[in-house]
T-cell receptor
Framework: SQQGEEDPQALSIQEGENATMNCSYK?????LQWYRQNSGRGLVHLIL?????REKHSGRLRVTLDTSKKSSSLLITASRAADTASYFC??????????FGAGTRLTVKP | ETGVTQTPRHLVMGMTNKKSLKCEQH?????MYWYKQSAKKPLELMFV???????ENNSVPSRFSPECPNSSHLFLHLHTLQPEDSALYLC?????????????FGSGTRLTVV
């Protein structure tokens, strides 16, 4: 069964705005990862945050993790049209079994 | 290029055909994975190989048969598929079988079963 669930399912914003996507999961984890997927392509690894970390940054990306609420958020600041893609969170459900959510479809309008 | 190469990019096959998907990585990773991505569904883990040994088989129908001849190559052999098997098949690799450092994905094979 699905472990991570992203919210919202779809998000549409204007270029320059910030985009926030959330992920909730059910069981305890060692790490949580965020990926991006352009239409019909493979997934690209963005950030990995470990269970003992609360926040992590990479360029315009900021990820937070709240293990007490079993949730994570991905913030993309100053969005660009090129950020249009689907974003997935993944958790290590059972050691080598990484479970992905259904994704958030982000559209950034120029 | 991510370092994980999948071929072919597109494949159309009849239900009685036999075909194979190929995945190759030269990242020095020790684990490789097959995922299935259907429209509007989460990615489904199909198979996991660690150091060429299968460590996970998520109740995948026998019409899908994986093969891992060495740590750099992974195949998915297909036979007598059904139309509902049409999907994007993604290969991934990771440094260790726990995915502790994230996964590297290939671009996928878009499979259509007619």
């Amino acid at each position: 069964s699905q472990q991570g669930e992203e919210d919202p399912q779809a998000l549409s914003i204007q270029e320059g705005e910030n985009a926030t996507m959330n992920c909730s999961y059910k069981t305890s984890i060692n790490n949580l990862q965020w990926y991006r997927q352009n239409s019909g392509r493979g997934l690209v690894h963005l950030i990995l945050i470990r269970s003992n970390e609360r926040e992590k940054h990479s360029g315009r990306l900021r990820v937070t993790l709240d293990t007490s609420k079993k949730s994570s958020s991905l913030l993309i600041t100053a969005s660009r049209a090129a950020d249009t893609a689907s974003y997935f969170c993944a958790t290590d459900y059972n050691n080598n079994d990484m479970r992905f959510g259904a994704g958030t479809r982000l559209t950034v309008k120029p | 290029e991510t370092g994980v190469t999948q071929t072919p990019r597109h494949l159309v096959m009849g239900m009685t055909n036999k075909k194979s998907l190929k995945c190759e990585q030269h990242l020095g990773h020790n684990a490789m994975y097959w995922y299935k991505q259907s429209a509007k569904k989460p990615l489904e883990l199909m198979f996991v190989y660690s150091l060429e040994e299968r460590v996970e088989n998520n109740s995948v129908p026998s019409r899908f048969s994986p093969e891992c001849p060495n740590s750099s190559h992974l195949f998915l052999h297909l036979h007598t598929l059904q139309p509902e098997d049409s999907a994007l098949y993604l290969c991934a690799s990771s440094q260790d079988w726990l995915g502790s450092y994230g996964y590297t994905f290939g671009s996928g094979t878009r499979l259509t079963v007619v």
